[in-house]
């Protein structure tokens, strides 16, 4: 087989030889650190989706009782018109 062979030649070989055949510890470093960023932004994004789940959840459960909540705009708390008492 020519993994055993591999080890063997492996085994035999000088630090420096072995050090070559594998990419630097710095290597692995930059790598894990681009993996724990990711991974951070994928959980704040999970985190915000839940969110959104949560609030059409609420939504939707409140629109199947009958009791959509009320929107305040600024528009509604103004009187329509330029409506004078006399």
Do not use: C, W
């Not at 990711?38 to 459960?61: C, F, W």
């Amino acid at each position: 087989m020519k993994t055993r062979q591999s080890r063997t030649k492996l085994e035999t070989s000088s630090p420096e030889a072995v050090e070559s055949n594998f990419p630097s510890a710095r290597y692995f470093q930059v790598h894990f650190e681009y993996l724990h960023e990711t991974i951070s932004e994928l959980k704040q994004q999970v985190n915000q989706a839940n969110q959104q789940i949560a609030e059409l959840q609420r939504q939707l459960q409140a629109h199947s009782l009958g009791e959509m909540p009320t929107v305040n705009y600024v528009g509604d708390t103004k009187p329509a018109g330029n409506l004078r008492r006399s």
